[in-house]
């Protein structure tokens, strides 16, 4: 059983919902703790002016937020961040060819208010995954499996529970994981690789590492062969 384990991301690019389209089972490692400056509550789209950064407000606690755990930590609804948000992508994308059909449906998401961060990017994702056509992979969260130990042993331990015997990682996770215990617990790793075709982007020049919103904004039905074309 093929598996992938990745902390929950905001509106993530579409090298994440590839991890996903490859997995048996998706766990969202919502168990760690949260990174300050990492995509848990943050992306980018592209507007008429550039690259834009779309930011989620949290509840800080100053230097100790980086000591909570994801799942714990909780959206800053004092801000009208939703509001901006979606004001944001109608600007940039209202010309799309693909944008209003899914213009209705992310209006009613974003009035949701979710009190806990991971829980908005966590159902939203998998509603991208859906709205993608990948509807044979299983989520579930770290934080129902009730696992320890750190980087590689908490790793191993979440895949021995669910009998996953290959798993998938991104790239930049080299530096850290101790590929011996994989061979020790009889588990295969599999690296990603990312390289996808080029797709239409309003806006030059091409950035293919923006939100996976614009792909499906651009393409629509067809983005998911824009993401796994390479295994063809």
């Known amino acids: 059983m093929k598996c992938v384990i990745l902390q929950p991301s905001y509106i993530p690019w579409r090298g994440y919902f590839h991890q996903i389209f490859k997995a048996d089972v998706f766990v969202f490692y919502d168990d760690v703790q949260y990174d300050k400056r990492g995509w848990r509550n943050r992306n980018r789209i592209k507007t008429p002016q550039g690259t834009k950064w779309l930011t989620i407000p949290v509840h800080s606690r ?82 129902e499996l009730h696992t320890s130990g750190n980087k590689t042993d908490k790793l191993i331990q979440i895949l021995r529970k669910l009998g996953a015997d290959h798993y998938i990682s991104g790239p930049a996770a080299k530096a850290y994981i101790e590929e011996e215990k994989f061979k020790e617990a009889g588990i295969r790793l599999e690296y990603m690789t990312y390289q996808y075709p080029p797709y239409p982007q309003l806006y030059p020049p091409y950035d293919p590492q923006v939100s996976i919103l614009d792909l499906l904004f651009m393409t629509g039905d067809k983005a998911l062969q824009y993401i796994i074309q390479p295994e063809a």
């Open 62 to 143: 100053g230097a100790q937020i980086e000591h909570t755990p994801i799942h714990a930590i909780k959206i800053d609804w004092e801000q009208p961040w939703n509001t901006q948000h979606l004001k944001a992508l109608q600007h940039s994308y209202a010309k799309a060819p693909y944008y209003n059909q899914y213009r209705q449906a992310l209006e009613q998401y974003y009035q949701q208010k979710f009190e806990y961060l991971a829980d908005f990017d966590i159902c939203l994702t998998t509603t991208l995954a859906g709205w993608l056509g990948i509807r044979h992979t299983q989520f579930i969260r770290s934080s």
